[in-house]
């Protein structure tokens, strides 16, 4: 069965009529059509045609770009047909899936698709190098300047407890504890010259609350 599928943007002002026509002339017995932009994936006519490939059915277009604007759906639409059985037929481009011809076009789009991402991977590594060689690092921006953290050990020295600091910097009482820990770690590990500040919280007791944030943290 011949199953034709046209597609007008709805941005555009125009109609599936021209398209229509042509799938019919070309022998479709069943047309669906859409109005949909061919960059979305989430189109419930395309969709429904997939859905009801049988082995031996043909998809029919008028124009390549009808299927999908985007190579990475239209090889994926493709590869659905294919599994389903079924074969594809662009009119516009002669392209026919069932002969040796249009498979080999099907070959070469799937060749440009992973030229294109092995593009896009290239851009990513050589973005990510220069960010590094900048100073800058990925990841989310960390909760606490090195200043702020400074004068979080400044109050826990003078007692100050835990979760009464966390609302004066609005964040949770376990990155408070976190604070703390770190800085017992780099009061343990520096042997000579050791920070006074950071060597002043690690001899300062903590609370039952903040040993058990802690804890927690660590497990």
């Avoid at 022998?27 to 031996?56: F, N, Q, V």
């Avoid at 090889?75 to 594809?88: C, P, Q, S, V």
């Avoid at 042997?191 to 609350?209: C, F, G, N, R, T």
Wanted: charged fraction near 30%; aromatic fraction near 4%; glycine fraction near 8%.
């Amino acid at each position: 069965m011949l199953l034709g599928y046209a597609r007008v943007s709805k941005a555009d002002d125009q109609d599936t009529a021209a398209q229509v026509s042509a799938l019919k002339a070309a022998g479709c017995t069943r047309i669906y059509e859409e109005k949909a932009s061919g960059g979305r994936w989430d189109r419930p006519e395309l969709h429904r045609m997939l859905d009801h490939l049988r082995k031996g059915d043909v998809v029919v277009v008028w124009k390549l770009d009808r299927l999908s604007r985007s190579l990475k759906d239209l090889l994926h639409i493709l590869e659905k047909t294919e599994a389903a059985g079924a074969n594809f037929r662009s009119l516009t481009e002669s392209i026919d899936t069932s002969g040796p011809a249009g498979r080999m076009m099907m070959q070469m789009l799937g060749s440009f698709a992973e030229f294109e991402r092995a593009m896009v991977r290239e851009r990513t590594r050589a973005g990510l190098k220069l960010a590094r060689e900048q100073g800058r690092t990925g990841g989310r921006r960390p909760k606490l300047t090195a200043h702020q953290k400074t004068e979080i050990l400044a109050m826990l020295a003078a007692g100050r407890a835990g979760a009464e600091i966390a609302r004066i910097f609005r964040v949770h009482r376990a990155t408070i504890s976190r604070v703390a820990a770190e800085a017992r770690t780099v009061s343990l590990k520096t042997e000579a010259a050791p920070d006074p500040l950071a060597a002043q919280v690690a001899a300062a007791p903590l609370s039952k609350a903040d040993s058990l944030v802690i804890s927690m943290g660590c497990n």
